[in-house]
Structures are given as C-alpha cells and as structure tokens.
C-alpha cells in the first residue's frame, strides 16, 4: 500500500470516527436535557431543586468539552485533508472547486471524491 492509498483510508477512518463522535455526544446531550426538565417539572422540593442545579453545571461543562473535541476534530481534519492534497492532485482539484461553492458537508464530500476518481 503506497503513501496515498494508506492516506486515503486514514482520512475515510478519521472522517466516521468524527462523525460517530458526534452523534454521541449530541445524544448524551439530549440525555441530560431530558433529565433537567424531568427534575425541573417536579421540583418541589430542595433536594429536586438542588439536582437541578447539578444537571445544569454539567451540560455546561459538557458543552464546553464537546466545543473543545469538536475543535481538535476540525483542525485535525483540515491538516489531514491538505496532507493528502498535496499527494493526490486529482482531490487538492476537486477540494478547490468545493472550497469555491461551499454547498458540501464533509460526507457528501467524500462520496464526491469518490465518484471522481473512479
């Protein structure tokens, strides 16, 4: 397997663990939301009340944590994505003319790629 092909697969790899990544964490953040209101509407009393507080504390401090994952993620991507554009002439051409247009996500970005260099 030369440089590109094993990049290539790198990418694709990196890509779903993104993606997989993602969705976790909006899950998890649905989780506590549903929590926070199931508390919230019965909070009668102080201990609820207090829950409450916990729950908020900590989709605060999960957001904060996703911003910064989700950060890392992007850049990493976008060193990845240029690292094999500079290998493979066909894709820095294809990722010049989607940088001009800016109508594709990440994935459909790949499936375009893909149906290229076919």
């Not at 663990?17 to 976790?24: A, E, G, Q, V």
């Not at 964490?25 to 102080?46: D, G, K, P, Q, W």
Request: with cysteine; glycine share 4%; proline share 1%.
């Amino acid at each position: 397997m030369d440089d590109t092909e094993w990049l290539w697969d790198y990418l694709k790899h990196f890509e779903t663990t993104y993606s997989s990544r993602i969705n976790f964490f909006l899950v998890a953040e649905s989780m506590l939301m549903v929590s926070y209101a199931t508390v919230i509407v019965n909070a009668n009393y102080v201990i609820l009340k207090f829950i409450a507080l916990l729950i908020s504390i900590l989709g605060i401090l999960y957001t904060y944590y996703w911003f910064k994952i989700n950060k890392k993620g992007i850049y990493g991507g976008k060193n990845l994505m240029d690292r094999f554009g500079n290998m493979h002439t066909p894709y820095k051409e294809i990722r010049d003319d989607i940088r001009k247009c800016h109508k594709f996500s990440s994935n459909k970005y790949l499936q375009y790629f893909a149906k290229k260099s076919q």
